[in-house]
């Protein structure tokens, strides 16, 4: 009878044991999925959802769209990548629809397969043809400048050579053109003289005039 009751003892000792070991077992499981639901719930609450619309440019679907408009307007949103697009060819940000696109510069390139160079002229489309003829040829233009400056100045010295001539002797020189370049500087120093007292004899008479 004693040997049935220690039997009956040990077999509900045991079952007390396995039933605390499962109760610490459901106890775990309940706060591991109780924390797993809040952490879900958190990321859940803390995500943001990022609505997607059309671009009005080049009618991407599903995309965010971003603004940079300078007044701020809600209306001129475009996609990034249309953003990226205009940079890339006009080189910099600004806002499609309120028209501050800058002046299209080409940048046409050579490349020389040989000597592994790479030689860029920029043009700019808002010179003349003109303007790009007086830059390509500007040492052309000033050597003929000077020639006719030079020429000038010779021509000049003659005149004077002829009028004094006349002054002294009564009657025309009949000597050719000394071409000497010492003779053009004369006639610009000449030029000068006259310049001045000219400006000075005017000078005089409006002070005359004045007072």
């Known amino acids: ?96 629809y309120c028209g501050e696109r800058p002046a299209i510069v080409n940048v046409p390139m050579t490349v020389n397969q040989r000597q592994d160079s790479i030689n860029i002229t920029i043009e700019n489309n808002n010179e003349t043809p003109f303007q790009l003829f007086i830059k390509k040829y500007k040492c052309l233009l000033n050597m003929i400048k000077g020639i006719f400056c030079y020429i000038g100045l010779i021509y000049n010295w003659h005149l004077y050579r002829m009028i004094d001539h006349y002054m002294e002797e009564g009657e025309q020189l009949n000597k050719e053109v000394d071409w000497h370049i010492y003779n053009a500087f004369y006639a610009l120093f000449l030029n000068t003289c006259l310049v001045f007292f000219i400006a000075t004899v005017c000078e005089n008479k409006c002070n005359k005039c004045n007072s």
């Open 1 to 96: 009878m004693v040997k049935l009751k220690n039997i009956i003892l040990k077999n509900w000792v045991k079952l007390l044991l396995k039933l605390t070991q499962l109760k610490k077992k459901l106890k775990f499981y309940s706060l591991f999925i109780k924390y797993k639901y809040t952490f879900n719930a958190r990321i859940m609450i803390s995500s943001k959802v990022t609505p997607v619309e059309e671009c009005p440019m080049c009618g991407e679907d599903n995309i965010r769209l971003t603004n940079i408009c300078p007044n701020d307007n809600t209306d001129h949103k475009i996609c990034r990548s249309c953003i990226n697009n205009l940079k890339h060819k006009y080189g910099k940000e600004f806002c499609a």
